[in-house]
């Protein structure tokens, strides 16, 4: 990469810029606009937030990339709860996206959630950006929503294999993840404009977010 690369904490003085890189990288990807660096402002404030896996990623001294985790539920048919970790909004400035970033960030983020104790990620994202990175089908780990579906854009990684044990699991995402979306169009109106674009992108997301494996 040839740049001197720095992974830390995200400190409060880092959340303007933070917020400005994960709307850049949003902007127009998966709707006219995003919402995305809105939730990135609010969710540092809910109980499921874990400020320890909450990271920037730096190139050179600026700020290119962030993640952020809380944690979410898995609930076996047995009745056994099991807390786990989910991931977003994850970002990279796309000057600097299909460079290696993305991924250097996310694995260490899988090295310090393993030193923590935690065992098992579960996200909803693009298939194509997280395989690489060892997330596999909800249905192969039998890990499905609450109504029995499996969303073919729901993701698993077992940070320790064997883990989820072979059981049956229903998965219940953090409340954290349910912004008001009024509230998110005027916070994106309160900074410098940018245009919002229909793009062929976001019906590729439509079509996938709404697919399910049968």
Known sequence: MGRNIVIRQELESDHRRVEEVI?????????????????????????????????????????????????STLLSVMGETREILTFGPVSILPEYQRKGYGRQLM??????????????IVIVGDPNNYVGCGFQSCKKHQISLEDGSYPAAMLVKELNAGTLGGKKWIYYQSPAFEIDEE??????????????????????????????IL
């Open 23 to 71: 709307r850049q990288a949003f902007y127009n990807r998966y709707t006219p606009g995003c919402t995305e660096h809105y939730l990135a402002h609010v969710i540092r404030d809910h109980p499921d937030f874990l400020p320890e896996l909450d990271l920037v990623i730096e190139a050179d001294g600026r700020i290119i990339g962030n993640i952020m985790y809380t944690k």
């Open 107 to 120: 694995e260490e983020s899988f090295r310090r959630a393993v030193d923590l104790g935690h065992g098992v």
């Open 183 to 212: 509230a998110a169009r005027v916070f994106d109106d309160s900074l410098p404009p940018m245009e919002k674009k229909w793009l062929p992108c976001q019906e590729t997301f439509e079509i996938l977010s709404h697919a399910v």
